[in-house]
């Protein structure tokens, strides 16, 4: 009753393929958008912002990079948290050699290093499918992994082998380092991603998305239609490794303010995998969704652990939640296998005939 | 100039000065690559027989080696242990069948692969609930397994080989024996076999698929088992070896997916690649080039040579 | 992403098109065709026949480049060719539809029709990307071709569903329109009514007509019903274990006596 699209017509085509031809989309999202960039900095607790939304928001957009690469393009890549790294370690050195640059700038300048990076590593896509490529873009991850502690250069031969942000500023504000706040912080991040999303929404709704999603479904017939397989799938990896990058320079720079290789690990990899899986795979929402619940879990597990008053380490508790990853996980290949994404359709479905229940 | 003389003459020469040192690495690189190749072999009879990549397959050997030190900790006496830890594994078997491969039949093998990630964080998480985390020791004596070296004179110097390294090359090959006849000769084998290339053709046939799973990720659970014990046996039991494990998958890759003596000799490949490579050409680039290199042998097989060097070919028709 | 230009004269209604010579190709000992020669004249419907495994289908994928005769050439417009690649008979206009449909299936009706635009697209990443003017307009553009061909087809209901849940009838449609929006010069249908019932098949037969009058697209088809072959060929080529055993007229064809002997499974 309160979701009908009755009545909304559209005259031209470029209405019909706007990005939210519904109004009660357009409502919502000017009514999020206000809430994120408003109600937020001013009503919420720092904590909150930097430990629940700020976080979310960063994977969100690293969940992102990696459903172009595996939900859209079909190409399984468990190498998410090596791409990050290098987004990260670039950022790095390009603020040791340009201390005078806007670190914005340098944030996106990063992506361009992993981009780079998912380039190479998207090589043997050519010629590999599947699980085997899985297999190659292991290879990247283990490499990678490896080339964040042997290689001092990149962190510029700290003892302990991490790096620690630089304090930053914007327009006299600081946004990077020990003085910055959390509001500053989330408002840059929350700027950058939402963009990015707009970005990656425009991207998929056009020509590339069709390419990218042809690719996926059935290569051999995107051949015959005029599709170039190997330039599809190079862009794929190069769009999501860019993505990922920015994220991972996020990650250090806007949000932990240091870092070390164990943040960029194959165990990243695949937390940013379910994310997607979770979330639903060939959905930009999806990925918010998937971040939001992975990362939300530990988080949901300590607070019902200390609502139950229940007497159990906090190691414990990290293993009930690799427990609860694995089983969410299967569930929800098994039940819903387009994930929280479809789940949030089937929603929007039933609100459409509310209160009819078809 | 100097780097290609490191690179290319150097490693050489230093083969042929000390021979001895040589062949002790080739030693270890064919007992790494033989505790490689019962990995891989795991991975190879589930693909075989379910047509699933079992990424959990790693996380199963430490699984196994930790349900059986985690019993004889409790005062249970060895050869038991090792009957109720098989038990487990059966268990296991029954378990994943039922909530994870049943509800998931007829989807794509991506899917299920998927959901071997979940069973491997399901995995690692109860392993560390209830064994706890810190490193355990093999009971490699009490399961009468023979410890010592051998050292043997030859070559100008020393040759040392670990007895429970020539038992485990011995177990691996009676498994692997066993195995190849196991599928070749009888009818449960073909039946494992069918069931890997399509399982609606096989349930058509009436072959039960429930049955073949449980058998053959018992299987899977006993190899594993095996490979938990002799690893543990030479290092100690902790969720390192899951990583470790990984390293199957290069085998996988050389060897073919679905064949079980191309585990062997992949895993035999990717052992004395991986220690030449470490030992001769690793202070190149300083240490731990074990942690990929045998990913870009890998790799370039992928490029080269996809199947493997005994896979089947895939061919797709429109 | 530039188009190359097909070189040679412009192909003239009633000349050949595209002319297979002495085309041979094997799988693994295998001889799915054999010495097989014939051509296509520009404008014409030409049907492919003959029995089970006679190689048809094997003869439409060397057209499209996907299988690579180990003998023979391929001549298309003026050029000639031992080795077709996918890519290039997509390029130059060569279209076709298959056995088992083959759409993308987690795209709506309308996204498939509109991938089939691809080759025409230009507009670069960086357009892409910010989807405003020049990009936007040339989605608009091809959008408006795609819905006349969604209008020719009346599949106007179906454009937003995902076509893994349309029936199968309507997904062959889609597949039709997905086929056209290249724009194609030659068209291949492979099994077109193949599953269809009698009125479903009267519906496609009209689109085919429809299609090689309204477009002049050149068509060449493959399908068993024989009605639909004499009804709607100009010129039909009968394959039988992968030889041509005749080449002509429907109603030459009718009175063969070879090809009658190879569809009742005479031995010869």
Redesign the interface.
């Known amino acids: 009753m309160f979701y009908r699209e009755a009545g909304q017509y559209k005259t031209n085509y470029r209405a019909d393929q706007a990005l939210f031809p519904i109004r009660q989309d357009q409502i919502g999202i000017f009514l999020i958008l206000a809430i994120a960039y408003v109600a937020v900095p001013l009503g919420a607790s720092d904590f909150f912002i930097d430990s629940v939304l700020t976080p979310i928001l960063i994977f969100s957009l690293a969940a992102i990079g990696l459903n172009l690469l595996t939900g859209y393009t079909g190409l ?1 890549s468990l190498g998410t948290g090596g791409f990050m790294g290098v987004g990260a370690f670039a950022c790095y050195k390009l603020a040791t050699y340009f201390p005078g640059v806007n670190i914005v700038v340098l944030v996106i300048c990063s992506g361009l290093f992993s981009a780079a990076a998912g380039i190479v590593f998207g090589l ?1 896509s050519l ?2 499918k ?3 490529l ?3 873009t ?2 990247s991850q ?2 990678l ?2 080339c964040f ?2 290689i001092p250069w990149l962190y510029n031969h700290n003892i302990s082998a991490s790096i620690e942000v630089p304090a930053r500023t914007l327009f006299g504000v600081a946004i990077t380092g020990p003085n910055a706040t959390p509001a500053t912080r989330y408002l840059i991040v929350l700027t950058i991603v939402a963009v990015m999303t707009l970005l990656a929404s425009n991207l998929i709704r056009g020509r590339i998305g069709r390419t990218w999603m042809a690719v996926r479904d059935m290569d ?1 017939a995107a051949e015959l239609i005029g599709i170039k397989l190997y330039p599809t799938k190079l862009l794929a990896f190069a769009v999501s490794s860019f993505y990922c990058g920015v994220a991972g320079a996020m990650l250090v720079f806007l949000w932990l303010g240091n870092a070390e290789s164990e943040s960029f690990s ?1 165990n990243q990899s ?1 937390l940013i ?2 994310m997607v ?1 979770i979330g639903g795979l060939g959905s930009l929402l999806g990925s918010y969704f998937g971040a939001a619940l992975i990362y939300g879990l530990p988080i949901l597990l300590r607070m019902a652990k200390d609502m139950l008053g229940l007497p159990m380490t906090s ?2 508790v ?13 569930f929800f ?2 039940a819903e ?1 387009n994930g929280l994404a479809r789940l949030w359709q089937i929603g929007k479905q039933k609100l459409r005939v509310w209160p009819f229940p078809y | 100039m100097h780097l290609l003389y490191q690179i290319f003459i150097d490693p050489f020469v230093q083969m042929g000065t000390a021979p001895d040192l040589l062949v002790q690495t080739l030693w270890e690189g064919l007992v790494s690559g033989v505790l490689y190749a019962l990995i891989a072999l795991g991975f190879v009879l589930i693909f075989k027989a379910s047509g699933v ?1 079992n990424f959990a397959q790693g996380i199963m050997v430490v699984f196994a080696a930790l349900t059986l030190v985690g019993l004889y900790a409790h005062g249970v006496p060895a050869f038991l242990a090792l009957a109720l830890t098989i038990g487990v594994m059966f268990l296991l078997a029954l378990a994943i069948e039922r ?2 491969l049943r ?2 039949v007829n ?1 794509p ?3 299920l ?3 071997t ?10 392993g ?2 209830i064994f706890g ?1 810190d490193p355990k020791v093999m009971i490699a004596d009490q399961l009468l397994l023979p410890s010592g070296a051998y050292t043997v004179k030859m070559l100008g110097g020393f040759v040392q080989m670990q007895k429970i390294d020539i038992a485990a090359a011995v177990i691996a090959s009676l498994m692997v024996a066993s195995l190849a006849v196991f599928f070749q000769k009888t009818r449960i084998g073909r039946a494992l076999r069918a069931v890997a290339d399509s399982h609606r053709a096989a349930l058509s046939v009436g072959i039960s698929l429930e049955y073949i799973w449980v058998i053959v990720w018992f299987a899977a659970g006993i190899v594993a088992l095996a490979t938990g014990i002799m690893w543990g046996a030479r290092s100690n039991v902790s969720f390192a070896l899951e ?1 470790i494990a ?1 390293k199957a ?2 085998v996988l ?1 050389l060897g073919g997916f679905t064949s079980i003596p191309g585990a062997i000799i992949g895993g035999v490949i990717i052992g004395l690649g991986e220690k030449l490579g470490e030992f001769y050409w690793g202070p190149l ?2 240490s ?2 074990e ?2 290199f045998a ?2 042998i ?2 370039v097989f ?2 080269f040579r ?1 199947q493997g060097l005994f896979g089947e070919r895939i061919i ?1 028709r ?1 | 992403m530039r188009a190359p230009t097909v070189t040679g004269p412009e192909v003239a209604v009633g000349d050949v098109l595209l002319s297979i010579e002495n085309v041979s190709l094997s799988f693994g000992g295998v001889n799915a065709v054999s010495g097989v020669s014939f051509d296509i004249r520009k404008g014409e419907i030409r049907a492919i026949i003959g029995p089970n495994g006679a190689g048809k ?1 094997s003869m439409l ?1 060397i057209i499209n480049g ?1 299988y690579h005769p180990q003998q023979g050439r391929i001549t298309f417009k003026g050029e000639t060719r031992a080795k077709m690649r996918p890519h290039d008979a997509a390029y130059g206009g060569i279209a076709r539809t ?3 449909v ?1 759409l993308f299936r987690g795209m709506t009706a309308l996204d498939n029709i509109m991938a089939g635009r691809t080759l025409k697209m230009h507009k670069n990443f960086f357009w892409q990307l910010l989807r405003v003017g020049p990009a936007m307009a040339e989605e608009v553009e091809h959008r408006r071709r795609v819905e006349e061909i969604i209008d020719f087809l009346k599949i106007q209901e179906i454009r937003r569903i995902p076509v893994g849940r349309l029936p199968y009838g309507l997904q062959k449609r889609v597949e039709l329109g997905r086929a056209l929006a290249m724009e194609p010069d030659l068209l291949l249908l492979d099994e077109p009514m193949a599953g269809m019932n009698l009125e479903e098949k009267e519906d496609m037969s009209r689109f085919v007509l429809d299609v090689n009058d309204h477009y002049g697209t050149t068509i060449a088809l493959i399908e068993h019903d024989m009605g639909v072959v004499m009804d709607l060929s100009d010129r039909v080529v009968v394959l039988d274990h992968g030889i041509k055993i005749a080449d002509g007229t429907p109603d030459e064809i009718k009175g063969d006596q070879g090809v009658i002997d190879a569809y009742l499974g005479v031995a010869h």
């Open positions: 399984l043997p010629r590999i599947g699980f085997y899985a297999v190659a292991l290879a283990f490499f992994s490896w502690i042997r051999i194959i695949f995998l379910f899986i190691a414990t990290e293993h009930i939640n690799f427990i609860t990853l694995g089983v969410l996980i299967i290949l098994i296998p | 990549f909530f994870v509800p998931l989807q093998d991506i899917i692969f998927m959901a990630f979940g069973l491997t964080y399901i995995l690692i998480g109860s560390e609930l985390g990583i990984l998958l290069p890759i680039f300083g731990g080039i942690d990929w990913y870009v890998a790799l992928l490029l996809p797709e429109i | 289908t994928n996907f298959f056995q088992n083959a």
